[in-house]
């Protein structure tokens, strides 16, 4: 028998599968079909700094900060796997208060989720890094639970920047925050949200980081954005996540997907001779691999001297 047990955050799990903050894990209902499909932990959905500041009063709409603990109360109660509740915010300040809450009601740990967009002009980037930084350092001030960094792709030098985190206190780092992209209305002329669901590309990027990253740092990796099968789930141990999270698999097809992905993930480890996912993990990381150079330029130069050779036009 496959042994899929892991750890993530310090916290002790069933198997690396972890069903990331979405619709689904804002309903009771659906947390109970997750847990009995397979999942291991568990991230609910975001409460934001705005809700919490008042600065967006159509977030009313949304769970409230008092309906957001009670969600987490509940979710402790219904579930027996691991409960992550989720912070969205951008700067330290009063917010982070709202933290110390969700610690008492019940949550396993936290996914502080920076999401920043930078739009105004002047701002430089070590001042956009400089401050999520603080907001990591901050959270860990006020929390006593594991903390996990939710962040974008979008630094100058995300290695190091991976390093500040860590050192400000993260324990976790989950790569990465998948942002949305506005759309256009023609007729109505208004700029629309818009909300597409990931696919299977998307995960390269990822790939890429934990493989550089595995080892490298005292922190948890998770896998987020583009994890649909347990092939994926295959891909993300070999780089050397601890855990893949799933949302837009989940949405597509349901919470009773994470079983397949379980057995497709069971399946292969037996089929290669595994009997445990810490004998893959980081197996083809930059530090496990026998071409380390293939995580930086080299794939790059690769790919194009192997079209041209091809016939296909260098680019």
Known sequence: MVDLRTGYLGLRLRSPLVASASPLTGN???LRRLEAAGAAAV???SLFQEQLSGERPELERVVGPVEYLTLVERAKAALSIPVIASLNGTAAGSWLEHARQVEKAGADAVELNVYVVAARFGLDG???????????????????IPLAVKIGPFYSAMANMALRLA????????????FYQPDIDVERLEVAPTLRLSTPEELRLRLRWIGIL???LPVSLAATGGVHSGQDVVKALLA???VAMLASALLRHGPEHLSRVEA???AWLA??????????RGLLSRAGSRDPAAYERANYVSLLASATHRGAPPR
């Open 28 to 30: 009771l209902d659906d």
């Open 43 to 45: 991230v609910l959905p």
């Open 126 to 144: 070590h001042e956009i890094e400089l401050e999520c930084v603080d907001l990591v350092h901050a959270a860990r001030q006020v929390l006593g």
């Open 167 to 178: 050192e400000a206190g993260a324990d976790g780092l989950v790569l990465f925050n998948r």
């Open 214 to 216: 595995h080892r490298q």
């Open 240 to 242: 050397g996540a601890d």
């Open 264 to 266: 497709e993930l069971r």
């Open 271 to 280: 089929s290669h001779g595994h009997d445990t996912v810490d004998q893959v």
